[in-house]
């Protein structure tokens, strides 16, 4: 039997994939490095490796700009 064929007994039943909850990771566009989300909150959405600047929307982006809590609704619902 060559070196390179594998047996059925030589291999694990227990290397099964873990699954991980999605939106965990981004990938950059620019330079196609992998980022933790929060490594890229904490980082202000810029890449950490090109300085490549995320989309963000309107929440973040003024959570970025006012300091916590210092901002008020005028709109009663």
Do not use: A, V
Not at 36 to 61: A, D, M, P, V
């Amino acid at each position: 039997m060559p070196w390179f064929k594998r047996s059925k007994e030589n291999i694990s039943p227990d290397t099964q994939k873990k699954e991980l909850p999605d939106g965990l990771w981004e990938k950059c566009p620019s330079c196609g490095e992998i980022i933790h989300k929060k490594q890229l909150e904490t980082n202000l959405w810029t890449c950490i490796k090109c300085n490549y600047h995320f989309r963000i929307g309107s929440k973040e982006y003024i959570d970025i700009i006012l300091d916590k809590g210092s901002l008020k609704s005028l709109i009663k619902r």
